[in-house]
């Protein structure tokens, strides 16, 4: 059956908690259209973001591919050059690949430079964009994000009256006390105040009009739109209306135990010394920063409202995919941590909704799909949607499609891995951790999570027992957890051993060409005893190609004293 579906909406939220929509489970942030979205799709309710940070997360999304295969494995480190990415492999089916926004990624200026590649020309913006052609990229924190001091939406800005030299600072970044003094959005303390900048004007707002304006302009061409919030990650300041929305009274209580401090895993405890951990952890600052994260939500929501009926206007909601997700979750205090530095649930579970409109998936609209999900099956999943053949000797995950269907394949997986490089970060110096040792990685089931350092004991959570994680039994010697340790340890042993890096070779090709006879036709003779041997395996040969091939056929037809005989084909 040829599917209907045209284009694809890919929409991303920068550190976006699951639980913070009222579709997953939030008693007082009502996100209705979101809800309307999920009651025409499928919720998952146990995706997994596959690192916990925003750069190596986005790359596993883009790429179809773990950290431990693409590399990129922090903010700042490039996703090198010739890494394949969702426009790569949608681009010769006909499908153009487009950004609207963020997407953290850090150009492999050197790789092109060894390679020849112009930064400026198609192919180095392709390269420096994941593989999109940027309509308009944003990474927000203007202009300190390193990619563009001063962007498009600078200009906007200064178009509408907004002036300075750093309007996103001075505006979007910025609140005000009643005596008129500017207090900037970057101290957590202003955070449940309102920006100066109206709402129309903002950044959210911003970012959706342009992806429409996108949407306008292209064509009958099929496309896949990657529309990549820059909220609401950090500053947590939201203009109003939305700014009064919320207090700390509406806020999910906060979720940690004093047990957690009790002798905690040395990378742990370093974390949870981190200064945002610090200051996250005193008393009153959850409450002044949750009125403007849940704000930013329920202003992304609105903005979906927006979208989602523009697509209907045009007639395109019919014929578009549309998956709304995040890059990740956010601490706000939990486990008393601030941003995304381990493998709790709160971070490392991703909100994703996949609406196909598809016939094939009636049967599923509405549902919730319990299967373990991760970022990585989201491009096989595009490409699967485009008319494309899987390539799982490029891509690590799996499309979704059967899913969406109603299909339950028996080989799905039955764990989720997750990884993290925490080399950058103040932990590492604290624990005199060498970079090439700075590494964790988290293999989880449908009850258990294990967690593997190098020199350091292992971490383990009883999620049936303990879903709050606020036990670690890695230190445990009870024979129920010292099994439940080692089977996810050869788990995350035998994913570790996949062969991931030949991807120039695709496994189809290798099961399909029987190599040895092969090299033989072509003139390579490997181990024959003598002209009857070659003679006699000349017979069997698949695909036998040396008979017709002028320059090898005569070579072996004398050595097999066989020179005028035909042989078939």
Not at 263 to 292: C, I, K, L, W
Not at 439 to 466: I, Q, S
Request: charged content about 25%; hydrophobic content about 35%.
């Amino acid at each position: 059956m040829k599917s209907p579906v045209k284009n694809i909406l890919f929409i991303m939220c920068d550190q976006l908690r699951a639980d913070h929509l009222s579709c997953f489970g939030h008693p007082r942030l009502h996100t209705p259209n979101l809800d309307r979205l999920a009651a025409r799709g499928v919720i998952f309710d146990r995706a997994y973001v596959n690192s916990p940070v925003c750069g190596p997360s986005r790359m596993s999304y883009y790429t179809g591919r773990y950290v431990h295969s693409h590399g990129a494995s922090w903010n700042f480190v490039p996703l090198k050059a010739g890494e394949m990415t969702i426009g790569d492999h949608l681009r010769p089916l006909g499908v153009q690949s487009v950004l609207v926004g963020k997407t953290h990624m850090r150009a492999d200026l050197a790789g092109m430079s060894r390679l020849g590649i112009d930064p400026q020309s198609q192919i180095g913006v392709r390269i420096a964009e994941c593989g999109f052609d940027p309509f308009e990229r944003d990474d927000g924190i203007h202009p300190y994000s390193g990619h563009d001091p001063d962007p498009s939406y600078s200009d906007y800005l200064r178009r509408n009256g907004f002036d300075g030299d750093n309007p996103w600072e001075r505006w979007a970044n910025s609140t005000e006390d009643a005596d008129g003094t500017l207090r900037s959005g970057w101290f957590l303390k202003y955070s449940n105040r309102p920006a100066r900048i109206p709402d129309e004007h903002s950044e959210t707002p911003y970012i959706t009009r342009r992806a429409m304006d996108f949407i306008r302009e292209a064509g009958e061409q099929p496309w896949c739109l990657h529309l990549s919030y820059i909220k609401p990650h950090w500053p947590y300041v939201v203009p109003e209306p939305y700014a009064s929305m919320y207090t700390a009274a509406d806020a999910l209580p906060v979720v940690r135990s004093e047990a957690e401090r009790d002798n905690p895993h040395p990378v742990y405890a370093a974390m949870m010394d981190h200064r945002v951990s610090q200051t996250f952890s005193r008393e009153g600052v959850r409450d002044a920063v949750m009125p403007g994260y849940m704000g930013l939500i329920k202003q992304i929501d609105d903005q979906m409202g927006v979208l989602f009926q523009f697509l209907e206007d045009q007639g395109l909601m019919d014929k578009t995919m549309i998956v709304f997700t995040s890059d990740h979750g956010d601490y706000l205090g939990d486990h008393w941590m601030g941003e995304k530095d381990l493998f709790h649930e709160p971070v490392i579970k991703a909100p994703l909704i996949v609406y196909d409109p598809d016939p094939r998936a009636d049967a599923t609209r509405g549902s919730r799909c319990q299967a373990l999900v991760e970022a990585v099956d989201i491009a096989p999943t595009f490409l699967d949607v485009c008319g494309g053949p899987a390539v799982p000797h490029i891509m690590d995950g799996r499309s979704l499609r059967p899913l969406l269907f109603g299909q339950a394949p028996a080989d799905w997986r039955t764990e989720v891995v997750c990884e993290y490089d925490f080399s950058f970060q103040d932990s590492r110096i604290a624990l005199a951790t060498p970079p090439r040792d700075a590494w964790m990685r988290m293999v989880r089931d449908t009850r258990w999570k294990y967690v593997l350092f190098e020199n350091f004991r292992p971490m383990l959570f009883d999620l049936l027992n303990d879903p709050n994680e606020f036990h670690d039994l890695g230190a445990s010697t009870a024979p129920e957890h010292v099994a439940a340790m080692q089977r996810l340890h050869e788990a995350l042993f035998r994913w570790a051993r996949q062969p991931r890096q030949r991807v120039t070779v695709p496994d189809g090709a290798i099961e399909s060409i029987e190599v040895q006879a092969r090299i033989t036709e072509g003139g390579i003779l490997i181990g024959y005893w003598d002209e009857d041997d070659l003679a006699q395996a000349r017979q069997h040969f698949k695909p036998r190609f040396a008979s017709h091939n002028p320059l090898v056929k005569p070579t072996l037809d004398r050595l097999t004293q066989q020179e005028g005989v035909t042989q078939d084909a």
